[in-house]
């Protein structure tokens, strides 16, 4: 059969399918009370009154968004809103992972128990369970999103058993797509999550770093690192310092990076990304640390989720 000229193709992890696309029962927020930033004018169906669902959808935007990601408040560059959501509208997995989180929020404030999240983490476990019986499906950003959001609730709920297995299925989605730099190239913000919440959860660093020239695919360092770290750095009176060579080495290109932000400074993700770089670099140089496996099984099982 020909391929169709006019169809739009989509990288990997990006793949349009029956999940990912919004359901045919979808539900208009032109009328919506709280002023929804949905651009699609619809949204998965769930089990849910439509009021309340609306009033989630503006919970997680007006709120939960910048909790996520406090180094960006605006509302045309924060990337929950900019990326995260738009990949929820045509994902009923991602979306009731998204509206759990604010039910979280709305729940713990009102101190009447969790019903409602309880019902959205069912929810959101049996539509994840689906995609990932489908390799393709459960190597998209959406399907990463929403495993690491579980961990980070799990975790947050004390479940510290339930939220590493999750943390080991995303590790192994990660690996399928071909590394933490292949999962960046389609989605940073997928990326950035996926390292920091699971490093945060197992105690240390699940992924390893680029090397310093950018090679490699691990987290990768900002272009500003691989520069000659000797070019602004006086370093005489450092010489006597008995570290380790990879220790002196993050902080000579460290000290280096920062004194060329002085002259340019850098935007809230950059500084983000060299944050997370740099962390796991140091925590990767030391002795106790353990290092992530290149070689994980490519099987996900359900169970994991």
């Avoid at 990326?83 to 979306?95: K, N, R, T, V, Y």
């Avoid at 990879?246 to 004194?259: G, H, K, P, Y």
Wanted: proline share 7%; aromatic share 8%; with cysteine.
């Amino acid at each position: 059969m020909p391929m169709n000229p006019g169809r739009r193709r989509l990288p990997p992890g990006r793949e349009e399918s029956a999940l990912t696309k919004p359901l045919d029962v979808s539900v208009s927020l032109t009328d919506c009370t709280f002023g929804s930033l949905d651009p699609f004018d619809s949204y998965p169906q769930t089990r849910f009154p439509r009021e309340q669902v609306q009033r989630l959808i503006y919970g997680f935007l007006h709120k939960i968004a910048f909790q996520y990601y406090p180094l960006d408040m605006s509302t045309t560059s924060n990337p929950f809103l900019i990326s995260w959501w738009p990949l929820a509208l045509g994902d009923p997995a991602l979306f009731h992972v998204s509206l759990q989180t604010a039910c979280l929020d709305e729940e713990l404030l009102a101190q009447k128990g969790f019903q409602s999240s309880e019902l959205l983490m069912a929810d959101s476990v049996a539509l994840l369970r689906r995609k990932v019986e489908n390799m393709s499906l459960a190597v998209q950003d959406g399907t990463m999103n929403s495993v690491i959001t579980l961990a980070a609730i799990e975790f947050g709920k004390g479940n510290i058993d339930v939220s590493q297995m999750h943390v080991d299925g995303v590790k192994k989605l990660v690996n399928m797509r071909g590394g933490i730099n292949s999962v960046r190239q389609t989605s940073p913000l997928t990326a950035r999550m996926v390292s920091w919440v699971s490093m945060l959860i197992m105690g240390h660093p699940q992924f390893d770093t680029q090397d310093d020239v950018g090679l490699g695919d691990g987290i990768p360092c900002i272009p500003e690192w691989q520069l000659d770290p000797t070019a602004l750095n006086d370093l005489s009176g450092f010489n006597n310092i008995d570290v380790d060579y990879d220790v002196w080495n993050v902080f000579i290109r460290l000290r280096s990076v920062l004194e060329r932000s002085q002259r340019m400074p850098f935007s809230p993700t950059q500084l983000h990304d060299l944050t997370c770089f740099v962390v796991h670099r140091l925590l990767l140089s030391t002795p106790n640390t353990e290092t992530p496996s290149r070689h994980q099984s490519p099987n996900l099982f359900a169970t994991q989720l």
